[in-house]
C-alpha cells in the first residue's frame, strides 16, 4: 500500500523560499507519478506541478519559473522547491500519487 508523507511547511515572507517533501513508500518498483496540489482557505484544491514517472514535468502557470518538483529516487522522495514565494502561494500543499493522498503540509507567506 503506498504512502505519502509531506514536510517542510512553515512560515516565511515574500520572496523566501521553502522546499516541500513527499516521502513514498509501499512501492518497490518503478516511480509512480507524483504531484502537489494545494488548497486555499475558501477555494478548490488545485494542481500545482506534476511529475511523471519518466520524470517530465508540468507546473500551473501561477508558479511557473518560480517552483521546480523533482525526484530523489534513491530516497524514494520527490521535492518541491518554491522560490520567489507570495502571499498568494498561501495554502495547504498536499502530495499525491494515483488515489493516495498525504496529510497536507501548511505554508504561510507573509509579511
Known amino acids: 500500500q503506498v504512502q505519502l508523507v509531506e514536510s517542510g511547511g512553515g512560515s516565511v515572507q515574500p520572496g523566501e523560499s521553502l522546499r516541500l517533501s513527499c516521502a513514498v513508500s509501499g512501492v518497490t518498483f518503478r516511480p509512480l507519478p507524483v504531484g502537489w496540489y494545494r488548497q486555499a482557505p475558501g477555494k478548490q484544491r488545485e494542481l500545482v506541478a506534476l511529475?511523471?514517472?519518466?520524470?517530465?514535468?508540468n507546473y500551473v502557470g501561477s508558479v511557473e519559473g518560480r517552483f521546480t518538483i523533482s525526484r530523489d529516487n534513491a530516497m524514494n522522495t520527490v521535492y518541491l522547491q518554491m522560490n520567489s514565494l507570495r502571499p498568494e502561494d498561501t495554502a495547504v500543499y498536499y502530495c499525491n500519487s494515483r488515489t493516495t493522498w498525504g496529510q497536507g503540509t501548511q505554508v504561510t507567506v507573509s509579511s
Open positions: 511529475l511523471s514517472s519518466g520524470g517530465s514535468t
